[in-house]
Nanobody, 115 residues
Framework: QEQVVESGGGLVQPGGSLRLSCAAS????????MGWYRQAPGKQRELVAF???????NYADSVKGRFTISRDNAGNKLYLQMNSLKPEDTAVYYC?????????WGQGTQVTVSS
């Protein structure tokens, strides 16, 4: 199994922004559909955005228009730009492949939206 490491989380006020990063190991990152997941306390992990190998994107309704997913295939990196954050976006955010189980789940990065 390959590894992913998420970073960029933090505490932000409602309406603020954060940019999450994910660094993936291995040489085949570019072929996978990659996604950002989140898990809030007491809730199931949910997929909030994904991006195909050729850059097509899809978002959950709850984040559409506020979040932007992108990837750097040459650098094995995945990003999530989060704008207009809301308290309900508070969760641990994880990255992983969507179409294959090739990466171990990372530790995630905590995002807390609170005034």
């Amino acid at each position: 199994q390959e590894q992913v490491v998420e970073s960029g989380g933090g505490l932000v006020q409602p309406g603020g922004s954060l940019r999450l990063s994910c660094a993936a190991s291995g040489s085949r990152f570019r072929i996978y559909v990659m996604g950002w997941y989140r898990q809030a306390p007491g809730k199931q992990r949910e997929l909030v955005a994904f991006i195909t190998s050729d850059g097509r994107v899809n978002y959950a309704d709850s984040v559409k228009g506020r979040f932007t997913i992108s990837r750097d295939n040459a650098g094995n990196k995945l990003y999530l730009q989060m704008n207009s954050l809301k308290p309900e976006d508070t969760a641990v955010y994880y990255c992983n492949a969507v179409d294959a189980r090739v990466f171990d789940w990372g530790q995630g990065t905590q995002v807390t939206v609170s005034s």
